[in-house]
T-cell receptor, first 117, second 119 residues
Framework: AQTVTQSQPEMSVQEAETVTLSCTYD???????LFWYKQPPSRQMILVIRQEAYKQQNATENRFSVNFQKAAKSFSLKISDSQLGDAAMYFC??????????????FGEGTQLTVNP | GAVVSQHPSWVICKSGTSVKIECRSL??????MFWYRQFPKQSLMLMAT?????????EQGVEKDKFLINHASLTLSTLTVTSAHPEDSSFYIC???????????????FGDGTRLSIL
């Protein structure tokens, strides 16, 4: 079974600075997807960034980028120029590539990010 | 973009009543929808996978008679919490994937969740 681990229950960062959230996962699959979701106090799940395991290039979405280390099974999220609106719970998630039965997401425990003004 | 509508967003009811939560895909068809439960400051826990036209697949430890799931169409799945008790109070979230996605890189689309409070 796949597992996703986020070892940082809480993180804080000063506004405009950079923060990195850690995520490791365990799987025997070779083809899969990894995601970072943001859940603000409204509790809406917002997709931040995604990475296909077969791609070596790290995904980037504006101020958000990942460091994907497939051999180490590590998938960290870097937030640059942090903004107050970035404050939220962040979840790392894994999904096996394949048909519908394999499309379930496995979530990590979450990291609560605080952005200090 | 794809939108998933979940209703109601918040419900308070007495112990012993049944509560139905709806999850609709508004602009796409979804053969599969997922139901999650989330306790405060915790992660999302998959309860069941809802398949259109067939029985739902429940995760280990989830009572299928307690949490009834019906996926009668490609755009609607419902979760009914039967004879709800205070311990069923939680945040319930649904998600869906586009039907034509066969292993392609399409993320799940989440509803906004339902806060259930049982008195």
């Amino acid at each position: 079974a796949q597992t996703v681990t986020q070892s940082q229950p809480e993180m804080s960062v000063q506004e405009a600075e950079t923060v990195t959230l850690s995520c490791t996962y365990d799987t025997s699959e070779s083809d899969y997807y990894l995601f970072w979701y943001k859940q603000p106090p409204s509790r809406q799940m917002i997709l931040v960034i995604r990475q296909e395991a077969y791609k070596q290039q790290n995904a980037t979405e504006n101020r958000f980028s990942v460091n994907f280390q497939k051999a180490a099974k590590s998938f960290s999220l870097k937030i640059s120029d942090s903004q107050l609106g970035d404050a939220a719970m962040y979840f790392c998630a894994y999904r096996r590539r394949g048909e519908t039965s394999g499309s379930r997401l496995t979530f990590g425990e979450g990291t609560q990010l605080t952005v200090n003004p | 973009g794809a939108v998933v509508s979940q209703h109601p967003s918040w419900v308070i009811c007495k112990s012993g009543t049944s509560v139905k939560i709806e999850c609709r895909s508004l602009d796409f068809q979804a053969t599969t929808m997922f139901w999650y439960r989330q306790f405060p400051k915790q992660s999302l826990m998959l309860m069941a996978t809802s398949n259109e036209g067939s029985k739902a697949t429940y995760e280990q430890g989830v009572e299928k008679d307690k949490f009834l799931i019906n996926h009668a169409s490609l755009t609607l799945s419902t979760l009914t919490v039967t004879s709800a008790h205070p311990e069923d109070s939680s945040f319930y979230i649904c998600s869906a994937r586009i039907v034509w996605d066969r292993g392609l890189n399409q993320p799940q689309h989440f509803g906004d969740g339902t806060r259930l409070s049982i008195l």
